[in-house]
């Protein structure tokens, strides 16, 4: 690749990137007009009971509300990004590559909202009523303070809505041909053992919360696995009748 090519490149990666941060930036603007109802929605479900949103500094609160910006604004950003990025690289794939890589976008960010979605409305509410069991049987007193109550909820939401990704991955990677169905059924137990321990991780330490959890990511793996070898026939015909 020579220097003129080198140019084109960054050029095309610069007006990629240009289009995404304008995105953000207009995305974070409608995120600051709606994280205030955003919270007091989040506030008023009773999902967990009926816990205070305490604050211990002055800007606890301010920086709650930019958090809820940002990350409104960088979850309505993922799709433009990903399309952004299959428009990048599509100059270098062929037509049939092009056409069966852009449903991967829409696919991708239906399962993150899935994942998120499961997380807030399941294992998160099984969360805090363990700990807050467990805090009532030693007799604390129940103080919540709004920063560490969003802090534990995104560390929660997000591993899991990433691990909703998980068919995305494995069809791109039969796709590629990097993964056959023999491959998946060899590394099955392995696979169940990963989303085991993953599972026993984000999940209070009681049998059915680890069922709760565990299940439907192993039926997760087992649909992606299912759907991925569907898709490595229909490769294997087309090569055959090729």
């Known amino acids: 690749m020579d220097q003129e090519d080198w140019i084109v490149h ?20 409608a995120g600051l007009y ?9 506030k008023t479900q009773p ?8 604050v211990f500094s002055f800007t606890d609160g ?9 990350l409104f604004a960088l979850l309505v950003t993922l799709p433009v990004l990903l399309y952004q990025v299959w428009a990048f690289v599509r100059p270098g794939l062929t037509e049939a590559e092009s056409r069966s890589a852009l449903p991967y976008i829409p696919v991708a960010f239906a399962l993150f909202l899935i994942g998120a979605a499961f997380s807030y ?14 805090n009532q049987t030693i007799g604390a007193v129940e103080t919540y303070g709004i920063d560490r109550y969003f802090a534990f909820l995104f560390q929660l939401v997000f591993p899991m809505a990433m691990a909703f990704e998980l068919p ?11 993964l056959t169905p023999e491959r998946l059924k060899g590394s099955r137990k392995y696979a169940y053992l990963g989303l085991t321990i993953a599972g026993s991780c984000i999940s209070p330490p009681d049998m059915i919360s680890h069922l709760s959890v565990t299940v439907p990511l192993i039926l997760l793996f087992e649909i992606s696995a299912m ?16």
């Open 62 to 70: 301010l920086m709650i509300y930019m958090k809820c910006a940002f």
């Open 10 to 29: 960054l050029t095309e990666i610069r007006k990629r990137l240009l289009i995404v941060g304008a995105w953000f930036v207009v995305t974070l603007g």
């Open 47 to 54: 999902l967990i009971g009926d816990i205070q949103w305490n």
């Open 34 to 42: 709606i994280s205030p109802h955003l919270l007091l929605y989040m």
């Open 227 to 242: 759907v991925a070898g569907w898709q490595w026939r229909a490769m294997q015909q087309r090569l055959a009748n090729s």
């Open 168 to 178: 995305v991955v494995l069809l791109f990677l039969t796709k590629i041909g990097l």
């Open 121 to 134: 409305w399941v294992v998160f509410p099984m969360m805090i009523r363990f700990m807050m069991r467990m």
